[in-house]
């Protein structure tokens, strides 16, 4: 631990509209279905060894030289999911994702993301998620109902 380290920890909500019952769009925001619709995202799991989305699953993701451990904390589809992150020698953070069905038929996705430093550079890094997290949720938003979209036709088309 650095001497006089005082560890940044922030908060952050958003509420992302979703073309797509809870139902569906759950699957998006498990560890296999995340590759759909988030561009490089590649876990690698341990537990289960099939990525089966479940409470107690951990797999590992790989970004900018650093690597992430992920726990699956809540598993209630289609309504929760919530996992932990912890990226060595950077930071901890807890991401909640509550679905609830949406008056136009579509989702209401309220994510909410807990970040807690690690170190001085995990402060830094703290930092930075919070400057860009509406930016992010504006990206998930749309990344999203691409790839529900995508999804609906490639099974409307295997159904024909």
Same mark, same amino acid.
């Given at each position: 631990m650095t001497i006089g380290f005082v560890p940044m920890h922030q908060t952050r909500s958003a509420t992302i509209r979703l073309d797509a019952p809870p139902e569906r769009a759950f699957g998006m925001f498990t560890p296999l279905g995340e590759r759909a619709w988030?561009?490089?995202? $590649? +876990? *690698?799991?341990l537990h289960p060894a099939d990525g089966e989305a479940c409470? !107690?699953? @951990?797999? @590992?993701?790989?970004?900018?030289?650093?690597?992430?451990? &992920?726990?699956?904390? /809540? *598993? *209630? +589809?289609p309504a929760r999911a919530v996992y932990s992150r912890v990226t060595p020698g950077l930071h901890a953070v807890v991401v909640d994702v509550?679905?609830? +069905? !949406?008056? $136009?038929g579509g989702t209401l996705a309220d994510v909410s993301?807990?970040?807690?430093? =690690?170190? +001085? /550079?995990?402060?830094?890094?703290?930092?930075?998620?919070?400057? !860009?997290?509406? !930016? &992010?949720?504006?990206? &998930?938003?749309?990344?999203?109902?691409?790839? =529900?979209?995508?999804? *609906?036709?490639?099974?409307? =088309?295997?159904?024909?």
């Open positions: 988030a561009e490089g995202w $590649d +876990p *690698h799991f409470e !107690g699953s @951990v797999f @590992v993701t790989r970004a900018a030289g650093r690597e992430t451990i &992920w726990t699956t904390i /809540a *598993h *209630h +589809p509550r679905l609830r +069905p !949406g008056n $136009d993301y807990a970040f807690t430093a =690690l170190t +001085p /550079a995990g402060n830094d890094a703290v930092a930075e998620m919070m400057d !860009g997290f509406a !930016g &992010w949720m504006e990206t &998930w938003e749309s990344s999203i109902n691409r790839a =529900l979209v995508a999804n *609906h036709e490639k099974k409307s =088309l295997t159904q024909s």
